[in-house]
């Protein structure tokens, strides 16, 4: 039996040592702050960052990241299409795309020289994905389609990805999450929690309704009762002996990040600091909402407004990537965006929107003060 019970632990603890840990840091703050929060809050853990370079970041995203280096004790660096002869890996693969621009609906920019670098640096091992979603964010993040490879939010309540959560509470696994409640759950919650658990899903009791019900009655629970059911899936998680992040239950918000970069003297980046300009006598504000290359197409239209008078010069070289009627924003080109009338329409159409916001307004109207197509809202966007 003691034999037995030998290779059992030896056999886990092979697993243990498998299941790699990663974190992509993108130059943009929500990624940063979490990689400083795990080296602090689990320095036990083998964390690899890393950095899929694009060639086409903003200075300060590359001085943050070489801020981030230091802080850290390293970060592998991924480029895609190394040995091409294009002078970055946007310019091969825009060429290979026939000089289609990316956009929201076909975003391979994103596909082809980061996450396909990810999973390429993942190869086959197991992993575990550690991803920068607030707990102020209503949004999923990025889950690989490699069953070896799966994502965990530490900044948010609920740490599980969505495809993890609908197998937990699926009807079909009540009975065994029930048997996890009643071991792990204290007995001043059990009678509670088990109700919770044995009402099955319905179209007035759906998913998030159960998963937020069991969240508010005791995180840690449920995270153990998840690891628990984890255990007998092919999920990384599973496959380790201890998981720290189950007794977790942090909810950090955008406050916490901005604070989070600046005790560690890390910095927040130069591009989300607001800088105020004056239109008609009336004051507003401009910056950068998140990191990506300077033509990200994610970007507002005041945002581009900021980098046309920030950055000259590559608002310049986004303008020579439009042609043959292909353009960064739809039915405006960057020629036409930064003509003096329209920087100053854009200037007041900002100044309005953030006037509403101060004054407490709803997202939807402050969307419909916005000229952009993506209807952005400052305060539910990164």
């Not at 703050?29 to 080296?39: G, V």
């Not at 990805?161 to 409640?181: C, G, T």
């Not at 004054?359 to 916005?370: M, Q, T």
Request: with cysteine; hydrophobic share 35%.
């Amino acid at each position: 039996m003691y034999v037995s019970f030998l290779k059992c632990w030896q056999t886990r603890l092979r697993n243990d040592i498998m299941v790699r840990h990663i974190l992509g840091i993108s130059g943009g703050k929500d990624s940063a702050a979490l990689a400083i929060y795990m080296k602090n809050k689990y320095p036990d853990l083998k964390v690899e960052y890393y950095n899929s370079d694009t060639g086409c970041e903003l200075a300060e995203t590359e001085l943050l990241i070489a801020r981030l280096d230091s802080y850290l004790g390293g970060i592998k660096i991924l480029r895609a299409a190394e040995g091409s002869p294009e002078p970055t890996p946007f310019h091969h693969f825009l060429k290979a795309s026939g000089n289609f621009l990316p956009s929201p609906q076909a975003r391979w920019c994103t596909q082809k020289m980061k996450l396909a670098e990810m999973e390429k640096f993942v190869g086959d091992e197991p992993a575990i994905s550690y991803v920068g979603i607030r707990g102020d964010e209503d949004r999923e993040g990025y889950i690989s389609t490699k069953p070896n490879i799966q994502a965990i939010f530490p900044f948010r309540k609920n740490i599980w990805s969505l495809d993890v959560i609908n197998k937990v509470l699926s009807n079909d696994n009540i009975a065994q999450i029930h048997d996890y409640y009643e071991t792990v759950c204290p007995d001043d919650i059990r009678q509670e929690a088990l109700k919770i658990i044995d009402t099955p899903l319905s179209k007035t009791f759906f998913y998030s309704k159960k998963l937020n019900a069991l969240l508010d009655l005791d995180v840690k629970v449920f995270n153990r009762a998840v690891f628990a059911f984890l255990k007998t899936t092919d999920y990384p998680v599973g496959q380790l002996d201890e998981f720290p992040l189950v007794d977790n239950d942090d909810v950090l918000v955008k406050d916490d990040i901005f604070q989070i970069l600046e005790d560690s003297g890390v910095g927040v980046p130069a591009y989300y600091k607001p800088i105020v300009f004056e239109v008609d006598g009336k004051k507003g504000t401009y910056n950068r909402s998140r990191s990506g290359c300077y033509f990200c197409f994610f970007q507002q239209k005041i945002e581009w407004v900021w980098l046309y008078e920030q950055h000259p010069d590559l608002y310049a070289k986004a303008m020579e990537f439009e042609k043959d009627g292909y353009t960064w924003n739809q039915n405006e080109s960057l020629a036409d965006l930064c003509k003096p009338e329209r920087v100053r329409q854009i200037k007041l159409d900002a100044i309005k929107k953030q006037e509403a916001q101060r004054a407490g307004a709803s997202c939807r109207l402050i969307d419909n003060l916005d000229d952009d197509n993506d209807a952005f809202c400052a305060n539910c966007f990164i």
